[in-house]
C-alpha cells in the first residue's frame, strides 16, 4: 500500500534530521494518512479511501465528497477517486 493520499496526491517527502551538534541525517517525512469512508450524497453511497488528515479538513470545508471531487483536478486523484468523480458526474445529468 503506497503512502499517497487518493484525494490530494500528497506523499513522503525528504529532509534532514538535525542535531544539537549540527549533524544532519536523512529523514523522510510520511503524511499523515488515515482510512475513511466518505458519503457522497448524489450517488447515495459511501467510499472507502485513504486520505491525509488535511485533505478530510478541506473535504469538510467544501461540503463533503461530492463537492471537493468537483474542484479538484484529475493530476492529483487517484484512479479510484477518478472513477468516483466520473461517477458522480454522469448522476448529475439527466437521462435523455
Known sequence: MSRVCELTGKGPMSGNNVSHANNKT???FLPNLNDVT???EKLG???SLRISAAALRS???RGGLD????KAKDTELSDRALKIKRDI???EQPSA
Open 89 to 91: 458526474a454522469k448522476a
Open 45 to 47: 453511497r459511501g467510499y
Open 67 to 70: 463537492a471537493f471531487l468537483a
Open 59 to 61: 473535504v469538510d470545508h
Open 26 to 28: 536523512r529523514r523522510r
Open 38 to 40: 466518505l458519503l457522497s
